[in-house]
């Protein structure tokens, strides 16, 4: 979890991380810190994260914006694979593969997952619904 605790904001990075089996989220970045917070941002890449009970990556936020960018990165056997959540939640992902989640990937109410249609989501229970756009 990402996540500020005062007035700042966070930036993560990381890169060829496995987050497995956890009771919770692998990777969450998490815009709900201290009134006053700035944005959490976070980039993710060369990442897995499987076998989480909750969510394989997630910005979530009600607060100040939480995004999260996914590059080259495989999210596997979670409940959902990639979440954008809360009511300011955004997550990028790109050449990145989603598969064998309950959910591959799903955004909540105005939240934006958006695929640059350079991923492979299939074999998941449910895919998911999401936004593409092409590469820039």
Same mark, same amino acid.
């Given at each position: 979890?990402?996540?500020?605790?005062?007035a700042?904001? =966070?930036?993560?990075?990381?890169?060829?991380v496995?987050?497995?089996?956890n009771g919770? $989220?692998?990777?969450? =970045?998490?815009?709900?810190?201290?009134?006053?917070?700035?944005?959490?941002?976070?980039?993710?890449? *060369?990442?897995?994260?499987?076998s989480?009970?909750?969510? @394989?990556?997630?910005a979530?936020?009600?607060?100040? %914006?939480? !995004?999260?960018?996914?590059?080259?990165s495989?999210? #596997?056997?979670? *409940?959902?694979?990639?979440?954008?959540?809360?009511?300011? @939640? /955004?997550?990028? #992902?790109?050449?990145?593969?989603?598969?064998?989640? /309950? =959910?591959? %990937? !799903? !955004? $909540?109410?105005? *939240?934006?997952?958006l695929s640059?249609?350079? *991923?492979?989501v $299939?074999?998941?229970?449910? $895919?998911?619904?999401?936004?593409?756009?092409? !590469?820039?």
């Open positions: 979890i990402s996540k500020p605790t005062a700042g904001s =966070v930036r993560l990075m990381m890169d060829q496995r987050t497995l089996h919770a $989220d692998g990777v969450m =970045v998490n815009g709900n810190g201290a009134s006053g917070g700035g944005p959490t941002k976070g980039s993710i890449r *060369n990442c897995e994260s499987a989480n009970a909750a969510d @394989g990556f997630v979530f936020s009600n607060g100040p %914006v939480a !995004q999260l960018m996914i590059d080259t495989g999210a #596997f056997n979670n *409940n959902i694979g990639i979440h954008a959540a809360g009511s300011v @939640g /955004t997550v990028r #992902f790109t050449r990145s593969t989603v598969t064998a989640n /309950t =959910v591959g %990937v !799903q !955004q $909540d109410g105005v *939240n934006t997952a640059y249609m350079t *991923n492979s $299939d074999g998941n229970a449910t $895919d998911g619904t999401f936004a593409t756009t092409p !590469q820039k």
